[in-house]
């Protein structure tokens, strides 16, 4: 299975604060039309199906790849962002100036977001959800659109990258990366953070 992970477009709470499990943040216009942009980029490629976290941002950003197909589009709640606990809706400029923030920025394998989860858990999740739909698709190529940590946490895994190193990938908005899960047991991960335009998106 080729599986082509989708970090939701910009809304207008990107980079400002965390919104994690808020389902009701739509798209800015800006990110309409990266949505729109990314579903061109990905007009050659033949999906088996696309499946979303279920949060209306990232509904939003794949949607136009599923139309385009005649695909139902596909929610799966393994794919939702980190549960951020009690600062879920926190501006992140505050979140920064917090101790655990630094704890979280050393030590994210070990941090527990405060009455939420923790990233080993929030890979555990995902990538289990991974697995079943390699199963699910075998020798097809897929579409996920998810969150930032979830895709960083994904990436690691099959990178065999430790989960305390994860803040080294990027994951921009709107970006593509891929993960190439084979029949025989290989993987590889041939794209990390493709962006049509990393000027303008970055």
């Keep these: 299975m080729r599986l082509y992970l989708i970090r939701h477009a910009v809304t207008a709470e990107t980079g400002k604060r965390l919104s994690s499990a808020d389902p009701a943040i739509p798209l800015s216009s800006e ?10 980029h990905l007009a ?17 950003t794949v949607a136009p790849l599923a139309t385009a ?3 139902r589009l596909r929610t799966l709640r393994e794919f939702m962002e980190a549960d951020y606990g009690t600062w879920l809706g926190r501006p992140l400029r505050s979140a920064y100036k917090l101790k ?14 405060p009455e939420g989860e923790t990233l080993s858990e929030v890979q555990w999740r995902a990538v ?7 199963t699910l698709h075998r020798d097809k190529a897929v579409a ?14 099959y990178l065999g990258m430790p989960l305390d ?4 990938v990027n994951v921009l908005p709107a970006s593509v990366s891929i993960v190439d899960l084979h029949t025989s047991g290989h993987v590889g991960v041939p794209v990390v953070n493709h962006v049509l335009d990393p000027g303008r998106w970055g």
């Design 69 to 71: 197909r005649g695909l």
């Design 165 to 168: 190193l994860i803040h080294r």
């Design 144 to 157: 996920v659109g998810s969150h930032a940590d979830v895709i960083r946490v994904v990436l690691a895994y």
């Design 100 to 113: 655990a923030w630094g704890q979280l920025m050393a030590s994210p394998a070990r941090f527990r977001f």
């Design 31 to 40: 990110g309409v039309a990266m949505a729109a942009a990314l579903a061109e």
């Design 128 to 134: 289990a959800a991974v697995e079943r739909l390699a």
């Design 44 to 60: 050659s490629v033949e999906l088996a199906a696309v499946y979303t976290s279920p949060p209306q941002r990232c509904r939003q």
